[in-house]
């Protein structure tokens, strides 16, 4: 049995929280938000726990999860040092959608990090997240709370059509923020590397630190086998993706015309659209599930991952989509989603 929680989101009770803590503390499953999607946590130095998490999600155990933790000196145990570049990303961007990787210590079981020689930690900034750490006292091991290969999840009812009868507690605090996961940035090696985009980008982080640089699409195997969870399996709906790239004209006219011959195929085909894009596809007899204004970023990479679910259930035979133009710290998190969610049918 899995039981919910609902917490006021900005002012989260306190015996709900301890409840919660307790269970984690105990090496229970529990689902939280976080300012960027809903985690799962686990006591992450209880390696049975730590494994019912991978169970649970039916996740890979190549694939090292991120752990959470209140505050940058609660991570000192277990990492091998804390470098000046981690201690000023840290301190502009923490608690934030921000995940470090570092050097790990012994402590920190093979089990968490997929047998790697180092560590993802992140400081949270949710009000949930943050009294649910700060209450359990120890380091607290998240991945996105959905099933391997599905979209993250970012409210409590994406968890539970996940998870339900998995995990022992979901703490419901709505609707999650940002809406992609945190920014993933390798410092345990000379140049610091951005591994998965999301909402802090380069042009941020290079304020702090100029010297950060993009993993490039299509860069050397090794990069890509340091950060397994960015393989193109994941983020992806059930319903196969095509996703038009280049000026919003050409995408849309390529998608249009893609549509029209679909639907005269007879195939079920939904367009995930743009607020812009929608009076202009009404006639074409595609099923429409709306993402939000391609002018406000922000929206769209809140409501994505909603969308495609959205899109899922209606069981069509293929989901269209143009990939986002507006320039924003955003769009680079949310090409990279829809471009990982529409590999998905090059994946055998
Ligand atoms: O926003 C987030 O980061 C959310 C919330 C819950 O905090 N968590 C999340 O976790 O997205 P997950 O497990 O879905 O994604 C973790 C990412 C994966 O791409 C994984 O490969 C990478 O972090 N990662 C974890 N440990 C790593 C390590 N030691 N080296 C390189 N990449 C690592
Ligand atoms: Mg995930």
């Not at 091991?141 to 059509?161: D, G, K, Y």
């Not at 299509?218 to 992806?236: C, D, E, T, V």
């Amino acid at each position: 049995m899995t039981d919910v929680l609902k917490v006021d989101p900005a002012h989260p009770d306190t015996e709900l929280i301890a409840r919660a803590a307790e269970c984690l503390r105990a090496g229970g499953l529990v689902a939280f938000p976080t300012e960027t999607v809903y985690g799962l946590g686990a006591h992450a130095l209880d390696r049975s726990a730590v494994l019912r998490l991978f169970a649970a999600k039916e996740r890979p155990a190549n694939d090292p999860l991120i752990v959470h933790v209140a505050t940058l000196e609660a991570a000192a145990p277990l990492v091998e040092e804390i470098p000046p570049t981690a201690r000023a990303l840290a301190a502009r961007f923490w608690p934030g959608p921000l995940t470090l990787v570092l050097k790990r210590s012994a402590r920190v079981p093979g089990e968490v990090t997929a047998g790697l020689a180092t560590v993802a930690i992140r400081v949270p900034s949710h009000p949930v997240a943050r009294a649910l750490l700060e209450q359990a006292r120890i380091p607290v091991a998240a991945p996105s709370a959905n099933l391997f290969s599905r979209p993250s999840p970012t409210r409590a009812a994406h968890v539970i059509a996940d998870l339900d009868g998995r995990i022992d507690l979901i703490v419901d605090g709505g609707a999650t923020d940002v809406g992609l996961e945190s920014t993933v940035v390798d410092l345990s090696e000379d140049v610091p590397t951005i591994l998965r985009p999301g909402a802090i980008d380069l042009d941020a982080l290079r304020h702090v630190e100029p010297g950060v640089v993009s993993r490039r699409a299509g860069a050397s195997q090794p990069a890509a086998f340091a950060s397994p969870g960015m393989l193109p399996k994941h983020y992806s709906p059930r319903t196969p993706v095509v996703l038009y790239e280049g000026t919003r004209e050409t995408a849309l006219a390529r998608l249009h015309s893609d549509a029209q011959q679909r639907v005269g195929r007879g195939e079920s085909v939904v367009v995930l659209s743009y607020t812009e894009d929608v009076s202009g596809l009404r006639h074409l007899g595609v099923r429409i599930v709306e993402v939000g204004a391609e002018g406000n970023p922000a929206a769209v990479a809140a409501r994505l991952y909603d969308a495609l679910r959205e899109c899922d259930e209606l069981g069509a035979s293929t989901i269209l989509v143009r990939n986002i133009t507006a320039s924003h710290p955003l769009s680079g998190a949310i090409q990279d989603r829809l471009r990982r969610s529409a590999a998905l049918i090059q994946d055998p």
